[in-house]
T-cell receptor, first 114, second 111 residues
Framework: ETGVTQTPRHLVMGMTNKKSLKCEQHLGHNAMYWYKQSAKKPLELMFVYNFKEQTENNSVPSRFSPECPNSSHLFLHLHTLQPEDSALYLC?????????????FGEGSWLTVV | GENVEQHPSTLSVQEGDSAVIKCTYSDSASNYFPWYKQELGKRPQLIIDIRSNVGEKKDQRIAVTLNKTAKHFSLHITETQPEDSAVYFCAAPGGYNKLIFGAGTRLAVHP
């Protein structure tokens, strides 16, 4: 147990559905991240929040909408996704957004878009 | 921005042999280089890191070497065991406090 919990672990959704991925960290960290892991682009950074403020949006399509209500929680809202969005979505946290800090990953949410 | 290339993409060794994975980076100002291990179905976890003020760091059977002149760093695993089988990712700073990960190396250790 790393202290970063993601739910759900598996999600199957249609292209017209709206769903959300949830991440919670119990490590007292102030930076949280969403990564997409697929066969084509392993560990692709999507979003970064530092002290609840979004500091990075790596040209992610607007059908992915992040939300960070506080430093412990991070959501990824999904709407009108495409089959190519099927991947493992990893949440992570670190003490602050500093590249020298260890990143602690959650177990991931497997997303299948049908 | 930073570009991190990792080789090989797959590596197969016999138990007890050594394994070496190499990464190159482009930004000469980069000064922190971590390695993450991801076992099948599990999350990536940090296994070792090195900062630019040292050339080598060891932790039991794993070591990382850094050549700042050539801009490459390598992960060395000695006396490999089946439980070393996993995907290994290198990373380097990608500007403004973010890490850029390599494409990963799938290591298979055969008994």
């Amino acid at each position: 147990e790393t202290g970063v919990t993601q739910t759900p672990r598996h999600l199957v959704m249609g292209m017209t559905n709206k769903k959300s991925l949830k991440c919670e960290q119990h490590l007292g960290h102030n930076a949280m991240y969403w990564y997409k892991q697929s066969a084509k682009k392993p560990l692709e950074l999507m979003f970064v929040y530092n002290f609840k403020e979004q500091t990075e949006n790596n040209s992610v399509p607007s059908r992915f909408s992040p939300e960070c209500p506080n430093s412990s929680h991070l959501f990824l809202h999904l709407h009108t996704l495409q089959p190519e969005d099927s991947a493992l979505y990893l949440c992570a946290s670190s003490p602050t957004q500093d590249e020298r800090n260890t990143i602690y990953f959650g177990e991931g949410s497997w997303l299948t878009v049908v | 921005g930073e570009n991190v290339e990792q080789h090989p993409s797959t590596l197969s060794v016999q138990e007890g042999d050594s394994a070496v994975i190499k990464c190159t980076y482009s930004d000469s100002a980069s000064n922190y280089f971590p390695w993450y291990k991801q076992e099948l179905g599990k999350r990536p976890q940090l296994i070792i890191d090195i900062r630019s003020n040292v050339g080598e760091k060891k932790d039991q059977r794993i070591a990382v070497t850094l050549n700042k002149t050539a801009k490459h760093f390598s992960l060395h695993i000695t006396e490999t065991q089946p439980e070393d089988s996993a995907v290994y990712f290198c990373a380097a700073p990608g500007g403004y406090n973010k890490l850029i990960f390599g494409a990963g190396t799938r290591l298979a250790v055969h008994p």
